[in-house]
């Protein structure tokens, strides 16, 4: 390797002073002998030496901060070794630089001082440093507890959060794994959630977990995410487990509540629904107990073919009400035969629309041709009935009913493509009202479930259409439409598909 001379000194502080790294001389006592314009300029100083007075006294730093420099510059002087350090030079009580500050020893018993501006990067590290303290303080303060784990699954940092819950400290886990830790398998747990986040690039619902805390068992969300350096390269895992145990406990105390409210009101609405039973049973045992004492006196042929004929229709109103209660369990007493859904349903409508209000009306999209299923004619109707007079009700006997009966090889509910199935008849009917309270959806078809007011019914209609159809194989679903409005879908086994 080729030497070269070193360069003069004349040169090397030259360049020093073109990169702003001020230079000076002093005596031990640090008095200022010689200084260069860049050591001036960093010190707010006069280009002339003040005589007399140390160069670390000449700023604006307060007494205390003076004498602090000077017992490190005593020292300096008597163990006869270089200085370093980093000078908090007060241009101004608030305004601070920081120089980098070296101390060096000459043979005649001078010192050589430089100072370099290195306010920036103090500043810089100083925010970092600050940064990373806030957040630090944020890991511990998280109310989410979390564990940075390595890629063999041992824990390099956790906050507080569960340590505290356990009644232990953070420390006390750092170097186990998970499992080690809580056992149920944490560890192989934690991997195969960073994997599947890895294969799929999707945060998933998490883990639920209980753990044993110091308090009882505590029901836990965990997560796990894999974390990577700046090339890419998996290095870390992180975990976060969030403590739902007070969200579960609410959770099930409002279940609870809520399963006790709707059991009030099936006491409730069980109680109208037999009171008006009983009224509708006695509104017809009356004229028959009425005409059956009519025989047994000195009735005529003819009227005693009446009064039969009016016994006879009572027992049948009578056994119609009685079939309409065993349909609440899906018990309908009626044998299903193949019978013409499109006539069945013209018949139906055109009475309702005999019936109908002012305002009210129903449009009708059916087949051109007989639908063949098999049913029962008079729970047909009564599906019919129910399912219209719901849809008036729910705008107030004002607006369009739609109802529509079709084929469907396409887009069958779950239940229907479980069993094979690849077609059946759809019976639709919307209307234009409210649409359907997403509190009671999922109960909609159970029996005293209701939303009308008290006196308006009991909560039995859409149960009864769903006794019906499960008793023919088939099936009802409820939606609330897009705009507005509610849609009621019967679904029928066809019959190809028996």
């Known amino acids: ?156 940092y956790m906050n507080d959060f569960l340590p505290e819950r356990l009644d232990l400290t953070a420390n006390s886990f750092v170097g186990k794994t998970l499992s080690d830790s809580f056992g149920n398998g944490l560890t192989e747990l934690a991997e195969r959630e960073a994997q599947n986040f890895m294969r799929y690039k999707d945060y998933n619902e998490g883990v639920t977990l209980e753990l044993q805390q110091k308090d009882g068992v505590g029901t836990w969300l965990a997560f796990a995410r894999p974390l990577f350096d700046a090339k890419g390269e998996r290095v870390a895992t992180l975990n976060l487990a969030i403590d739902r145990s007070e ?79 065993l349909s609440l369990a899906g018990r309908s007493t009626d044998s299903p035969e193949p019978c013409d859904l499109r006539a069945i349903l013209e018949e139906t409508l055109s009475s309702a629309r005999d019936l109908a209000p002012n305002g009210l009306e129903y449009e009708a999209h059916l087949p051109t041709t007989p639908m063949l299923a098999a049913v029962s004619r ?9 399912l219209l007079n719901n849809a008036a009700e729910a705008m107030n006997y004002a607006g369009t009913v739609t109802i529509s009966l079709d084929h469907v090889s396409e887009n069958l509910p779950g239940a229907f493509a479980d069993k094979g199935m690849t077609e059946a008849i759809c019976l639709r009917i919307e209307d234009e009202g409210p649409g359907i309270d ?38 009802v679903t409820a939606t609330s439409l897009p705009e507005k409005g509610a849609a009621f879908s019967v679904w029928i086994p066809s019959p190809s598909m028996e």
Request: proline letters at 4%.
């Open 438 to 475: 997403p509190a009671i959806i999922d109960r909609l078809f159970e029996a005293f479930v209701t939303t009308k007011t008290p006196g308006r019914g009991v909560g039995l209609g859409l149960s009864v259409v769903k006794g019906l159809a499960t008793s023919w194989g088939g099936l």
């Open 1 to 156: 390797m080729t030497s070269h001379p070193a360069p003069p000194a004349e040169k090397v502080l030259e360049v020093m002073e073109q990169a702003g790294i001020g230079h000076a001389l002093t005596d031990p006592q640090g008095v200022i002998l010689y200084q260069s314009e860049a050591f001036s300029r960093l010190g707010g100083l006069s280009s002339t030496p003040i005589a007399g007075i140390p160069w670390f006294r000449l700023d604006n730093a307060s007494e205390e901060r003076k004498d602090m420099r000077a017992l490190v510059w005593q020292q300096f002087i008597s163990r006869k070794v270089p200085w370093h350090g980093i000078v908090h030079w007060h241009i101004t009580e608030e305004k601070i630089h920081f120089y980098e500050g070296t101390g060096t020893h000459l043979d005649d018993g001078s010192i050589v001082v430089v100072l370099n501006d290195r306010t920036s990067k103090v500043l810089a590290d100083k925010k970092v440093e600050d940064t990373i303290s806030f957040y630090s303080q944020v890991l511990r303060d998280l109310p989410i507890a979390l564990a940075v784990t390595d890629l063999e699954g041992r824990v390099t």
């Open 247 to 325: 969200s579960h406990r609410l959770r099930e105390e409002h279940a609870r509540l809520t399963e006790a409210m709707y059991e009030a009101q099936k006491i409730s609405a069980l109680n109208d629904f037999a009171g008006n039973l009983a009224h509708e049973l006695s509104n017809i045992l009356h004229p028959v107990a009425f005409y059956a004492r009519k025989l047994t006196g000195d009735a005529t042929r003819e009227q005693c073919t009446e009064y039969s004929q009016k016994i006879n229709k009572g027992v049948m109103t009578a056994g119609q009400i009685l079939r309409r209660t």
């Open 378 to 386: 008079s729970g047909f109707s009564q599906i019919l009935l129910n």
